[in-house]
Nanobody, 115 residues
Framework: QVQLVESGGGLVQAGGSLRLSCAAT????????MGWYRQAPGKQRELVVI???????KYADSVKGRFTITRDNAKNTVYLQMNSLKPEDTAVYYC?????????WGQGTQVTVSS
């Protein structure tokens, strides 16, 4: 079983930056994929970015060039640097770890971007 602890959300003005962190404990495989999804009020949860253990990434088009994901395999931690934030980035951000058929989710951290 995998436990995920997220931190770093908050309130920021448009154009500002935030950095999210997600530390994973438990049965983490070196082949696990880690990443972030988000869910805005009244909308479905959507992919933000994922990263493989080898560093391959997949970003949503809406965040390309503004968000950067990094991963520390030794610490089982993934980071999301969010720059040039927009009001439409407001959502609850969820960390996720995928190991084979198992998908684990964090509790979510709120990111609010004011205009």
């Amino acid at each position: 079983q995998v436990q995920l602890v997220e931190s770093g959300g908050g309130l920021v003005q448009a154009g500002g930056s935030l950095r999210l962190s997600c530390a994973a404990t438990g049965s983490i495989s070196s082949m696990s994929v880690m990443g972030w999804y988000r869910q805005a009020p009244g909308k479905q949860r959507e992919l933000v970015v994922i990263i493989s253990s080898g560093g391959s990434t997949k970003y949503a088009d809406s965040v390309k060039g503004r968000f950067t994901i990094t991963r520390d395999n030794a610490k089982n931690t993934v980071y999301l640097q969010m720059n040039s934030l927009k009001p439409e980035d407001t959502a609850v951000y969820y960390c996720t770890v995928v190991t084979g058929p198992l998908v684990s989710w964090g509790q979510g951290t709120q990111v609010t971007v004011s205009s």
